[in-house]
């Protein structure tokens, strides 16, 4: 369902720290990785309210969850920590102190899309804007952030 058909057998096994917004986010960006870096396991939240569910088809773990056995027995090799939950990760020392006992390694996820922005891009998109010529915008803007998707309007063509 969720994951790619393109699994590369030498994907790391990861979790996500942070669910809902930052995490599923998060989890949609690698999933689009060609060649495919990590295969995600299951997310680690911070909201006992979601335990037990399934988030894109894996498992949402808690705090209260047993994530040493957890990462033992699925192999968990990292856990990337959404961008929006880093903050609450470093004032969290148990959750560190569990990750780095397992030798699980722990990556801080980025948030800023700014960092993938060729030189020229956002002068490009800005005068083709000045043109208001919707199409070719939402054209560039989806060159920029590929991972960008339409839904149910006259953009999708794009898509393809």
């Given at each position: 369902?969720?994951?790619?058909?393109?699994?590369?057998?030498?994907?790391?096994?990861?979790?996500?720290?942070?669910?809902?917004?930052?995490?599923?986010?998060?989890?949609?960006?690698?999933?689009?990785?060609?060649?495919?870096?990590?295969?995600?396991?299951?997310?680690?939240?911070?909201?006992?309210?979601?335990k037990?569910?399934?988030?894109?088809?894996?498992?949402?773990y808690?705090?209260?969850?047993?994530?040493?056995?957890?990462?033992?027995?699925?192999?968990?090799?990292?856990?990337?920590?959404?961008?929006?939950?880093?903050?609450?990760f470093?004032?969290?020392?148990?959750?560190?102190?569990?990750?780095?006992?397992?030798?699980?390694?722990?990556?801080?996820?980025?948030?800023s899309?700014?960092?993938?922005?060729?030189?020229?891009d956002?002068?490009?998109l800005?005068?083709?804007?000045?043109k208001?010529d919707?199409?070719?915008?939402?054209?560039?803007?989806?060159?920029?952030?590929?991972?960008?998707?339409?839904?149910?309007?006259?953009?999708?063509?794009?898509?393809?």
């Amino acid at each position: 369902m969720f994951e790619s058909a393109n699994i590369d057998t030498q994907a790391m096994r990861v979790l996500i720290f942070g669910a809902l917004k930052g995490g599923i986010g998060l989890a949609k960006y690698i999933s689009t990785q060609n060649p495919v870096q990590y295969k995600l396991v299951g997310f680690i939240s911070h909201e006992p309210r979601i335990k037990d569910m399934k988030l894109l088809g894996v498992n949402v773990y808690t705090m209260d969850d047993d994530l040493a056995a957890i990462i033992q027995k699925e192999k968990i090799q990292a856990v990337l920590v959404s961008p929006l939950r880093i903050e609450d990760f470093r004032e969290n020392q148990a959750i560190q102190d569990i990750l780095i006992g397992a030798g699980v390694k722990i990556i801080f996820a980025q948030g800023s899309k700014e960092a993938v922005l060729k030189n020229g891009d956002i002068e490009e998109l800005t005068e083709i804007a000045k043109k208001f010529d919707d199409m070719a915008t939402v054209r560039k803007m989806k060159e920029i952030v590929p991972e960008y998707k339409s839904n149910n309007s006259v953009y999708e063509v794009l898509d393809k």
